[in-house]
């Protein structure tokens, strides 16, 4: 069948997300009336539904192979999210949960996929008690002296929650970028031509690298020495891409205040697959707690007792109050803007 | 017998959890191409499924042993569909209820071959160009969104569009091909 086909446009448009009431409405009457028209309408959804199987099996592939970095490609710029998963685990974990000590069950479920999974982030704790959240493949080299505190980011992106040391301010460099820091949290991303800086909490300073000599500059001349930058205070919520080719180091910063949605989309990197086998409920809601601006609060302490066995992101709260709801009869009730209390029911 | 079988209480699973994950498991590859069919994005079906599944487990003691288990999770993974529209207000986007009957009972008699169209699927992935795999890929990645790929590889959001669509149909015409030169 041609892609003119006016079935076969109907459908590509359908499970494009682009069709048109009234194409939908003509799409409906073809498939009452027609079984060949269903089994192509089955066709395509099976093919797309194989083919996001196929990108989903490969994107993790490639992220153990670190080959996202090795080869230029399309994707190569592509950012590894530990989120993009394959399809199954993100809807299959809940079976685990709902029926709370199921490892051999999850094991047979999550065997299917057989895959290596995507590096995931990784915490390293600094000499100083400074926190850092490495995404992925990221790189870092710290160098602390007396006087100061300095950490270069080689390759990725990292998140800094900075021990307070006034005496020793702490400086984060990413290609000729340095932000500088005394008590404070922020996010850098180094990319291929721009290094991305989000403040989380308190404020930095950013001093942008040098730019390059003005277009034009006559070769006989003596070099000029490259024009220092001016520094950029960048407070909480305030983003700024700096541009780091040659090329581009003269434009000014792209500075911007984030909501906390947007903050929350930029660090969801952050966020990992969280596996808890027979693990107290205590013990899984004081790590859910530590990674969310919402917090789970156990109204009944016997609560925090019960085992419970489940595969879930880190930031699907929601989620795993739901299955709570669901799987184990518990009744959650929001208190003020962030806090679920969990307690047993009446 | 209560909807749904008691919570396993920290000893394991209980054999009814484990019958159902097993025929779960068996059946999810036609069950999400069934609710794929039905629903315009894939951020749709991945919520569609993970209510199926949950509603399907909590129903799972009405289930008869010995029936169609595709048939009676894809009734449910039907209605949740169209709850899923409806409560987000995209009514007119729900199909006739002749055509989610007819392709919920289709879906429920065909013939597995998931397997074998996986097959043919990766062989004539292979015939592509290495451009071509990667603008799929870009494509399907969980969580992908037309306007961002379609700026990440240099098209407008139309042409990126078009592109896709010629690959899928060309994809469609070398599976059959494999199939019908290979039949499961």
């Known amino acids: 069948m041609s892609p003119a086909d006016p079935l076969e446009r109907l459908i590509a448009d359908w499970l494009g997300n682009t069709i048109s009431p009234e194409d939908f409405r003509i799409l409906d009457a073809r498939l009452r009336a027609d079984p060949a028209a269903r089994a192509t309408l089955r066709r395509a959804a099976h093919l797309d539904s194989a083919l996001r199987d196929w990108a989903a099996r490969q994107e993790i592939s490639a992220a153990w192979a670190g080959a996202d970095s090795a080869k230029p490609s399309l994707a190569s710029d592509r950012p590894l999210t530990p989120t993009a998963s394959s399809p199954f685990r993100r809807w299959l974990w809940p079976l685990a949960a709902a029926a709370a000590v199921a490892l051999s069950v999850a094991t047979y479920h999550f065997g299917a996929l057989s895959a290596p999974q995507p590096p995931t982030p990784s915490t390293r704790v600094l000499a100083d008690g400074t926190v850092v959240e490495l995404n992925g493949a990221a790189v870092i ?54 290094v991305e800086v989000l403040v989380t909490e308190g404020q930095v300073r950013l001093q942008p690298p040098p730019a390059a000599a003005a277009p034009g500059h006559s070769p006989s001349a003596p070099p000029a020495q490259p024009a220092a930058a001016p520094e950029l205070m960048l407070a909480a919520r305030q983003r700024a891409i700096v541009a780091t080719t040659p090329a581009t180091a003269a434009v000014a910063p792209d500075v911007a205040t984030f909501t906390p949605s947007e903050i929350a989309r930029v660090l969801a990197w952050q966020h990992r697959l969280l596996n808890f086998t027979a693990t107290p409920l205590g013990e899984v809601v004081a790590a859910l707690n530590r990674r969310n601006a919402t917090q789970l609060v156990l109204a009944d302490p016997e609560l925090a007792a019960l085992r419970v066995s489940a595969s879930l992101r880190s930031d699907n709260i929601h989620g795993f109050v739901k299955l709570l709801e669901t799987g184990f009869a518990m009744r959650a009730e929001p208190r003020g803007d962030a806090e679920i209390v969990l307690s047993r029911p009446p | 017998m209560p909807d749904h079988p008691e919570p396993p209480a920290g000893s394991g699973p209980t054999p009814a959890y484990e019958e159902f994950v097993r025929l779960f498991v068996a059946h999810e590859g ?145 599976i059959e091909g494999e199939l019908k030169r290979d039949p499961a």
């Open chain 1, 141 to 194: 080299a710290a160098d602390f002296s007396a006087t100061e505190r300095r950490v270069r980011l080689e390759r990725g992106e990292a998140h800094f929650t900075v021990t307070k040391d006034a005496a020793r301010p702490f400086t984060v460099t990413a290609a000729g970028v340095s932000v500088r820091a005394v008590g404070t949290a922020f996010n850098v991303r180094l990319a291929d031509a721009a």
């Open chain 2, 30 to 174: 036609r069950l999400r191409a069934f609710v794929r069919a039905l629903l315009p994005t894939w951020a749709d079906v991945d919520e569609v499924m993970q209510e199926t599944s949950l509603v399907a487990w909590r129903k799972f003691a009405r289930f008869e042993r010995g029936t169609n288990f595709l048939a009676w999770v894809a009734t449910i993974a039907r209605f949740e569909a169209l709850d899923h529209l409806r409560r987000r207000g995209r009514e007119q986007l729900i199909f006739s209820d002749a055509v989610a009957d007819l392709m919920a009972a289709e879906a429920a008699q065909e013939a597995d071959t998931l397997e074998h169209q996986r097959r043919a699927l990766d062989h004539c992935l292979a015939k592509l160009g290495e451009a071509q795999r990667e603008l799929l890929l870009l494509s399907y990645q969980p969580g992908a969104r037309l306007h961002e790929v379609a700026a990440r590889t240099g098209r407008t959001v139309q042409g990126h569009y078009k592109a896709v669509q010629r690959l899928r149909a060309r994809l469609l015409d070398c």
